[in-house]
């Protein structure tokens, strides 16, 4: 199996500011990689498919990047809405396999 | 718009059995495979089971290998997830969610339900 790793587990950050979340792959995956967003006693929901593509509706201040083993998610200016946990997904082979997730606090 | 209801968690004793449904609307639900990912209280997301939209192609994830079956009922839209021989390991909030295909992104999710495995 593959196995996603996050970092950094949660961060606490102004609004305004620049976020970056790390997810590391176990091995390549090249850009079969998906983020999500779960609010607190909510569903995940989708926001980037294959690394670097916004979902539709999904703020442009969300952004991706990567390839291969080393992926990125970047908030450009922190609001309010963002505080949740978000998680990356590979789906590169089978079992997909989801990272720990990221708490972001505001 | 897509709406997905997931029900019939509860709780249940160590070996016992659930079943779990997915109520699909607002989509094409035979057009769309469909998976179970479940998430245990405060931790990450742990993929369980996945059905191909005619319902053909199943795969499963080892934890719940020969303890789940996942079908699905196209003329009714619905998904559903047979559970048995349950642990206390599988407490956790059980999601359906969709994708186009398999190894594609689950792009709607449920707002899940609950099952509860303890003596």
């Known amino acids: 199996d593959i196995h996603m790793t996050q970092s950094p587990s949660s961060l606490s950050a102004s609004v305004g500011d620049r976020v970056t979340i790390t997810c590391r792959a176990s091995q390549s995956i090249s850009s079969y990689l998906n983020w999500y967003q779960q609010k607190p006693g909510m569903a995940p929901k989708f926001l980037i498919h294959?690394?670097?593509t916004l979902q539709s509706g999904v703020p442009s201040r969300f952004s991706g990047g990567g390839f291969g083993t080393d992926f990125t998610l970047t908030i450009s200016s922190l609001q309010p809405e963002d505080s949740a946990t978000y998680y990356c997904q590979q789906s590169y082979s089978n079992p997909v396999t989801f990272g720990g997730g990221t708490k972001v606090e505001i | 718009q897509v709406q997905l209801v997931e029900s019939g968690g509860g709780l249940v004793k160590p070996g016992g059995s659930l079943r779990l449904s997915c109520a699909a609307s607002?989509?094409?639900?035979?057009?769309?495979?469909m998976s179970w990912i479940r998430q245990a209280p405060g931790k990450g997301l742990e993929w369980l089971s996945y059905i191909s939209s005619t319902g053909g192609t199943m795969f499963y994830g080892a934890s719940v290998k020969g303890r789940f079956t996942i079908s699905r009922d196209n003329a009714k839209n619905s998904l559903f997830l047979q559970m048995n021989s349950l642990r206390t390991e599988d407490t956790a909030v059980y999601y359906c969610?969709?994708?186009?295909?398999?190894?594609?992104?689950?792009?709607?999710w449920g707002q899940g339900t609950l099952v509860t495995v303890s003596s």
């Open positions: 294959t690394a670097s």
């Open positions: 607002g989509f094409t639900f035979s057009d769309y495979s």
């Open positions: 969610a969709t994708s186009l295909d398999w190894l594609l992104p689950f792009d709607y």
